[in-house]
C-alpha cells in the first residue's frame, strides 16, 4: 500500500520532519514488541504451555486468577484435553500454573501491543501529524493485529482435538507467517518515514538483483522452520551435515502425494529447512561481501553487512539448536535471531531501492 511520505505543506517543513519522525519511532517502538512477541511464541510452544488456557477472553483475559477456585476451574478444564492425559498427568495445580503463566504473558503482550498502536494512533490523527496517505496503511496495521490475535486463538483451539498434544502445524504457519508480516510492514513504513528518499549509489543496481531472491530465501527458510516446529522435527535427525549418515535423508518422499512431504514428513520438513536457511545464508554472506566490495559506505553498505553477520549467527545457533536436541532457551533464541535476519534483509532492500525515474541497469 504506497504512500507519500512528504506531506502537504500545512506546516513549517521542520513540523513535518519531527511529525514523520514521531510517527516512525512509534511503530518501531510497536515492531520491537512484535519482535518480543515472537519470541514469546517461541518460549510458549517449546514448553507446551500454549494450550494451558482453554477459554479466549479478549478482555475479562487480561486478568489473571485471582482465587483458588478460579484456578482450580482452569485446571480442571485442562485436564479434559489429550495433552493433559498424554503429556503432563498428574502433575498438580501447580505444575499448570507454571505453564499457564507463560501462555497468560504471551497474551497480555499482545493485548499491550494493540494499546501500543491504538492509543498513540488515535493520538496522532486527532491532531493532525499523520502525514497524507499513510492512514489507510496505519487502520490495515491495526486491522492485522486483531486478525493475529484471532488466528492465534484459532491455532490454540486445532491442540483440543482428540489424540491432539500441539496445535495443527499449518495453523502455527499462518499464525507465524502473519507476525512476520505485521512486523515488515511496520518496519518498512517507519524506515520509509525517516529515509523517504532513494538514494541508492549507482553500484548497487547489480546487488539489488541479488537482494531480492537472498530476501525470499529468508522468508522462505523461516516458514520452513514453522513446520520444523509444528511438527517437532528438531527432534530427530540430530547430526549435521548429514542426516543418519544421508545428504538426504531416506523416507524423503514417504508421503503421498508427494507435496504432503514438505509440510507433514519430519524428514522432508527438516531436510527442506537445512537446505533453504544453507541457500539463504550462502546468497546473504555473497551479497554482503560484495556490497562491502563496491560500496564505499552509507546506509546500504551498513545493512548489508549487518545481514552477513546476523545470517551468519542465525546459521550457527541452528546447528546448535539441532545437535543439543532443541533447548528451551536455545529454540527460543533461535527463533528470536530469526527476527534479526528478517530485519536486515528489509533493511538492506530498503536501502537498495531503485532511485526514482532512473532506468533499470541492462
Known sequence: MPFDPTPPARF????????????????????????VMVALGGATRLTGSGLSIMEWAPLSGALPPLSHAEWQRLYDLYRTIPQYDLVNRGFGLEG??????????????????????L???????????????????????????????????????????????TVSPYRLVVHLGLALFLYAMLLW??????????????????????????????????????????????????????????????????????????????????FNHRLLATLAGLASLALAGWGAAVLPGGRARTALLALGAVVALQYALGIATLLLVVPTWLGTLHQTVAVGVLTAALAALHALRRPPGRPVAP
Do not use: C
Not at 513535518?16 to 519511532?25: E, K, P, S, T, W
Not at 499457564?100 to 494493540?114: A, P, V
Not at 532513494?198 to 530465501?217: G, K, N, Q, T, Y
Not at 535427525?237 to 509440510?263: C, H, I, K, Q
Open 12 to 35: 513549517p517543513p521542520s513540523r513535518d520532519a519531527a511529525d514523520r519522525r514521531a510517527i516512525a519511532r512509534w511503530l518501531l517502538a510497536v515492531a520491537g514488541m512484535v519482535w
Open 96 to 117: 499448570f500454573q507454571q505453564i499457564f503463566w507463560l501462555e497468560w504473558s504471551h497474551r497480555l503482550w499482545g493485548r499491550l501491543i494493540g494499546l501500543a498502536f
Open 119 to 165: 492509543l498513540p494512533l488515535v493520538w496522532f490523527w486527532v491532531r493532525g501529524r499523520i502525514p497524507a496517505g499513510l492512514k489507510p496503511r496505519l487502520i490495515v496495521l491495526f486491522l492485522l493485529g486483531g486478525a493475529q490475535g484471532a488466528v492465534g486463538w484459532f491455532m490454540v483451539a486445532s491442540g483440543f482435538e482428540a489424540h491432539s498434544t
Open 189 to 270: 513504513t517507519a524506515m520509509t518515514l525517516l529515509h523517504p528518499g532513494r538514494d541508492a549509489p549507482p553500484a548497487s543496481a547489480p546487488l539489488r538483483r541479488l537482494a531480492h531472491p537472498a530476501a525470499a530465501l529468508v522468508v522462505l527458510a523461516m516458514l520452513a522452520g514453522g513446520f520444523v516446529a509444528g511438527l517437532r522435527a528438531g527432534l530427530a535427525y540430530n547430526t549435521f551435515p548429514l542426516m543418519e549418515g544421508n545428504l538426504v535423508p531416506d523416507g524423503y518422499a514417504a508421503l503421498s502425494p508427494f507435496w504432503r512431504n514438505w509440510t507433514a514428513n519430519i524428514a522432508a520438513v527438516q
